[in-house]
C-alpha cells in the first residue's frame, strides 16, 4: 500500500475515533489528545510556572481571586450536574493564584490552574468585572478548548507531512507548501480559535451570572478592554479573537439569556 494511502486511512480513523462531547453544546468535538494526558503535562507547567513568578499571597486581590474562582467553579459544577454531566469536574484540580506582572492576562489550563496578572485588575475594575474574566477563563478549560486546538495543530501538521508526501514535483510541492500554510491558518485555525472565544463567551456568561455575578458586566469590561488596546486590533479575519465590536454586542446580546439560565437555580439578584 502507498504511504500516502496509509496516512489517509491514518487521517480518518484519527478524526472517527479521536472525538469527544462538549457537555455544554453536545456537540463532537476533536480529541486526539486525552485529557487523562492533558491535564498531568498542565499540572507540572503551571507547577514550573508559580516557581518562576512571583506569587501575590495574603492581600485583599488575591483573596478576591481565590473568592470568585471558587464560585465560578461552584457555579460550573451545579450547571454541569443539571445537565445530566455529573462527575465531569472529578479530574479537576482548581487552584487560583494571583501573579505580580504588568501584562494584561488571565488564563485557565486544562484541569482548572487559573492564574490572573495584576496587569488585568485595574481594566476588570471590580470584582464583578474579575467574575467575567474569570468565567470566560474557566470556560476555555471546560469545554476542552486547549484540547481541541492541539488536535486541529496535529491534523494541521499531517496534512502538511501528506502533502509533501504525495506531490513529487518540487515546484507544485513548494506552492503547496506556500498556500496551504496560508490556506489552512487563514481558512480554518483562526476561525476555529475565533469560535472557540464565542463559546467562552456564552459559557462565561452563563456561569458568572449562576455564581451571582451580573453578566451585563462582561460587555462593559470588554469596553474597557478596547480603550486599553486604544483601537489598535488586526482585521478579525487575522485574527485569533472576534473584533471587539463583535465580542461587545454578543456579550449585551447574552446577558439577558444568562440571568434566565440563573433563574433556574434561583438566582435572581446579582453582585
Same mark, same amino acid.
Given at each position: 500500500?502507498?504511504?500516502?494511502?496509509?496516512?489517509?486511512?491514518?487521517?480518518?480513523?484519527?478524526?472517527?475515533?479521536?472525538?469527544?462531547?462538549?457537555?455544554?453544546?453536545?456537540?463532537?468535538?476533536?480529541?486526539?489528545?486525552?485529557?487523562?494526558?492533558?491535564?498531568?503535562?498542565?499540572?507540572?507547567?503551571?507547577?514550573?510556572?508559580?516557581?518562576?513568578?512571583?506569587?501575590?499571597?495574603?492581600?485583599?486581590?488575591?483573596?478576591?481571586?481565590?473568592?470568585?474562582? =471558587?464560585?465560578? #467553579? @461552584? +457555579?460550573?459544577?451545579?450547571?454541569?450536574?443539571?445537565?445530566?454531566?455529573?462527575?465531569?469536574? $472529578?479530574? %479537576?484540580?482548581?487552584?487560583?493564584?494571583?501573579?505580580?506582572?504588568?501584562?494584561?492576562?488571565?488564563?485557565?489550563?486544562?484541569?482548572?490552574?487559573?492564574?490572573?496578572?495584576?496587569?488585568?485588575?485595574?481594566?476588570?475594575?471590580?470584582?464583578?468585572?474579575?467574575?467575567?474574566?474569570?468565567?470566560?477563563?474557566?470556560?476555555?478549560?471546560?469545554?476542552?478548548?486547549?484540547?481541541?486546538?492541539?488536535?486541529?495543530?496535529?491534523?494541521? =501538521?499531517?496534512? #502538511? @507531512? +501528506?502533502?509533501?508526501?504525495?506531490?513529487?514535483?518540487?515546484?507544485?510541492?513548494?506552492?503547496? $507548501?506556500? %498556500?496551504?500554510?496560508?490556506?489552512?491558518?487563514?481558512?480554518?485555525?483562526?476561525?476555529?480559535?475565533?469560535?472557540?472565544?464565542?463559546?467562552?463567551?456564552?459559557?462565561?456568561?452563563?456561569?458568572?451570572?449562576?455564581?451571582?455575578?451580573?453578566?451585563?458586566?462582561?460587555?462593559?469590561?470588554?469596553?474597557?478592554?478596547?480603550?486599553?488596546?486604544?483601537?489598535?486590533?488586526?482585521?478579525?479575519?487575522?485574527?485569533?479573537?472576534?473584533?471587539?465590536?463583535?465580542?461587545? +454586542?454578543?456579550?449585551?446580546?447574552?446577558?439577558?439569556?444568562?440571568?434566565?439560565?440563573?433563574?433556574?437555580?434561583?438566582?435572581?439578584?446579582?453582585?
Amino acid at each position: 500500500m502507498k504511504i500516502k494511502n496509509i496516512l489517509l486511512m491514518f487521517g480518518v480513523a484519527a478524526l472517527v475515533f479521536s472525538c469527544a462531547t462538549n457537555p455544554f453544546t453536545q456537540k463532537k468535538t476533536l480529541a486526539l489528545v486525552s485529557n487523562s494526558q492533558l491535564f498531568p503535562t498542565a499540572f507540572a507547567q503551571y507547577d514550573q510556572f508559580l516557581t518562576e513568578n512571583k506569587v501575590v499571597s495574603g492581600t485583599k486581590d488575591a483573596e478576591m481571586i481565590t473568592r470568585v474562582g =471558587q464560585r465560578i #467553579a @461552584v +457555579a460550573a459544577e451545579r450547571w454541569l450536574n443539571a445537565n445530566g454531566n455529573h462527575g465531569y469536574l $472529578n479530574d %479537576y484540580k482548581w487552584e487560583y493564584n494571583l501573579v505580580d506582572d504588568k501584562t494584561v492576562n488571565a488564563w485557565c489550563m486544562p484541569g482548572g490552574k487559573i492564574v490572573f496578572y495584576t496587569g488585568i485588575l485595574p481594566i476588570a475594575k471590580s470584582e464583578t468585572g474579575v467574575a467575567a474574566i474569570m468565567g470566560h477563563e474557566v470556560a476555555h478549560a471546560l469545554a476542552n478548548h486547549g484540547q481541541q486546538r492541539m488536535s486541529a495543530g496535529m491534523l494541521q =501538521q499531517f496534512g #502538511a @507531512v +501528506a502533502g509533501n508526501i504525495a506531490i513529487k514535483d518540487e515546484k507544485s510541492r513548494n506552492a503547496f $507548501n506556500q %498556500y496551504y500554510g496560508v490556506g489552512s491558518q487563514v481558512g480554518v485555525m483562526l476561525p476555529f480559535s475565533r469560535s472557540h472565544e464565542t463559546e467562552a463567551d456564552k459559557i462565561g456568561s452563563y456561569l458568572m451570572a449562576i455564581a451571582g455575578y451580573d453578566p451585563a458586566e462582561a460587555a462593559e469590561l470588554w469596553k474597557r478592554m478596547k480603550a486599553n488596546g486604544g483601537g489598535k486590533a488586526p482585521p478579525e479575519i487575522l485574527s485569533t479573537h472576534p473584533s471587539n465590536d463583535s465580542r461587545i +454586542a454578543n456579550l449585551k446580546a447574552l446577558a439577558p439569556k444568562a440571568k434566565a439560565e440563573a433563574k433556574k437555580f434561583g438566582v435572581t439578584t446579582f453582585r
